[in-house]
């Protein structure tokens, strides 16, 4: 199963509970993303973005508008919504088949079931013959396949990546971004990329979406027309993905700003 998602006029304002200081972090924002398509979202630091994927996964609700997936109104968390963030977030002392079997934990599926899918998830991710090491034994990058495994283990209709390669060497990045390419494309799961890396937003998507300063709100959004995203090393080497990526720096005025 896949599903859509509508963000429809967003407004998030946080209230400090002591000083009643206000943060008006997300203003007026709208955006969809059709079933099985790969949106990213681009903006400057602070902009908002990991508080929109907080309200997408029923973390946070919006001060205004709502959030719909597949027409129904998200109102709290949900076990179909998967979220991956930078910090892999596996639990140190349990191995690593254990880390991916955990989703699976609160439903009613039988030890030998859950170690079986746990496993088909592993061998995907090529982490098979380190079922049974823990965390600390793994490198960054197969950390983060691990939570990819642990992530779709629970056959999520949706995926939230919030910045899931940013912690990454450059090579190691590379590399991840074509196995987690061809996997959720395989999947078949709607997914909502995060990232401030703009080379990144453009090859792994279908769409992108560019965000203003806090509060923040969308500036622009447009398809990327390239080859299949199932290689975005490919999809980096073609003329025109350098032309997306100078579309998202101007949209984001770096132009104007000192390093
Ligand atoms: N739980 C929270 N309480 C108060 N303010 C918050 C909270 N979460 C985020 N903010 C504020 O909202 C703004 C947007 O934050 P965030 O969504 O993390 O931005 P981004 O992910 O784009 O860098 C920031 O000013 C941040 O300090
Ligand atoms: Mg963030």
Same mark, same amino acid.
């Given at each position: 199963?896949?599903?859509?998602?509508?963000?429809?006029?967003?407004?998030?304002?946080?209230?400090?509970?002591? =000083?009643?200081?206000?943060?008006?972090?997300?203003?007026?924002?709208?955006?969809?993303?059709?079933?099985?398509?790969?949106?990213?979202?681009?903006?400057?630091?602070?902009?908002? &973005?990991?508080?929109?994927? @907080?309200?997408?996964?029923?973390?946070?609700?919006?001060?205004? /508008?709502?959030?719909? !997936?597949?027409?129904?109104?998200?109102?709290?968390?949900?076990?179909?919504?998967?979220?991956?963030?930078?910090?892999?977030?596996?639990?140190?002392?349990?191995? !690593?088949?254990? @880390?991916?079997?955990? /989703?699976?934990?609160?439903?009613? !599926?039988? &030890?030998?079931?859950?170690?079986?899918?746990?496993?088909?998830?592993?061998?995907?991710?090529?982490?098979?013959?380190?079922?049974?090491?823990?965390?600390?034994?793994?490198?960054? /990058?197969?950390?983060?396949?691990?939570?990819?495994?642990?992530?779709?283990?629970?056959? #999520?209709?949706?995926?939230?990546?919030?910045?899931?390669?940013?912690?990454?060497?450059?090579?190691?990045?590379?590399?991840?971004?074509?196995?987690?390419?061809?996997?959720?494309?395989?999947?078949?799961?709607?997914?909502?990329? !995060?990232?401030?890396?703009?080379?990144?937003?453009?090859?792994?998507?279908?769409?992108?979406?560019?965000?203003?300063?806090?509060?923040? =709100?969308?500036?622009?959004?447009? #398809?990327?027309?390239?080859? @299949?995203?199932?290689?975005?090393?490919?999809?980096?080497?073609?003329? &025109?993905?350098?032309?997306?990526?100078?579309?998202?720096?101007?949209?984001?005025?770096?132009?104007?700003?000192?390093?």
């Amino acid at each position: 199963m896949t599903s859509s998602l509508e963000l429809k006029g967003i407004t998030k304002v946080f209230t400090d509970r002591k =000083t009643g200081h206000q943060v008006r972090a997300v203003e007026d924002m709208s955006f969809s993303v059709a079933a099985g398509e790969l949106v990213s979202v681009v903006g400057p630091s602070g902009c908002g &973005k990991s508080t929109i994927l @907080n309200m997408v996964s029923g973390l946070y609700a919006p001060t205004e /508008g709502e959030v719909l !997936i597949d027409g129904e109104k998200v109102v709290g968390t949900r076990p179909e919504v998967g979220f991956m963030l930078q910090k892999d977030l596996l639990l140190p002392w349990r191995s !690593i088949v254990k @880390n991916v079997e955990f /989703g699976l934990e609160e439903k009613k !599926i039988s &030890k030998a079931e859950r170690r079986e899918r746990a496993m088909l998830e592993l061998e995907r991710m090529k982490l098979a013959e380190f079922a049974d090491k823990y965390p600390h034994q793994l490198s960054g /990058g197969m950390r983060q396949r691990a939570a990819l495994a642990r992530t779709l283990v629970i056959e #999520p209709d949706i995926i939230l990546l919030d910045e899931p390669f940013s912690a990454l060497d450059a090579q190691t990045k590379l590399v991840l971004q074509r196995h987690f390419a061809r996997t959720i494309a395989e999947a078949g799961v709607t997914c909502v990329l !995060i990232t401030h890396d703009l080379n990144e937003a453009v090859i792994m998507s279908d769409r992108v979406v560019c965000m203003s300063g806090r509060p923040g =709100t969308v500036v622009d959004e447009f #398809p990327i027309e390239l080859g @299949n995203r199932t290689d975005p090393l490919a999809r980096s080497m073609e003329s &025109k993905c350098g032309n997306y990526v100078k579309r998202l720096f101007d949209l984001l005025h770096l132009e104007d700003q000192a390093a």
